[in-house]
């Protein structure tokens, strides 16, 4: 059974930190690419940030470049993102996904249920 589980969120002020965690179990991890999403009341889920298994490659949505960092450890099958400078904006659900890219076939998709983030003074 394909479980990720997301922790680390809460309560921050703005210019606050916080440390999501994303542990996948079940999956092969280094044949998935890893990503953060995010989905704001009453806004679409958008991507945060994601990181392929060969650890070179990460891409970061515009508005998070410079503040969130995202890393993942094949090892533990973990994934991380650790966010600075934390914005009222940045109020979310954050939302660990798993992708599987297969030739001619549709990629295999994996969520988390989701974790709270919410800035605010």
């Known amino acids: 059974q394909v479980q990720l589980m997301e922790s680390g969120g809460g309560l921050v002020q703005p210019g606050g930190s916080l440390k999501l965690s994303c542990v996948a179990t079940?999956?092969?991890?280094?044949?998935?690419?890893m990503s953060w999403y995010r989905q704001a009341p009453g806004k679409e889920r958008e991507l945060v940030a994601e990181?392929?298994?060969?650890?070179?490659?990460?891409i970061y949505a515009d508005s998070v470049k410079g503040r969130f960092t995202i890393s993942r450890d094949n090892a533990k099958n973990t994934v991380d993102l650790q966010m600075n400078d934390l914005r009222l904006e940045d109020t979310a659900v954050y939302y660990c996904?798993?992708?599987?890219?297969?030739?001619?076939?549709?990629?295999?998709?994996?969520w988390g249920d989701g974790i709270a983030v919410t800035v605010s003074s």
């Open positions: 996904k798993a992708t599987r890219g297969r030739v001619f076939l549709p990629s295999i998709e994996y």
């Open positions: 079940g999956i092969t991890f280094t044949k998935y690419l």
């Open positions: 990181m392929n298994s060969d650890l070179d490659t990460s």
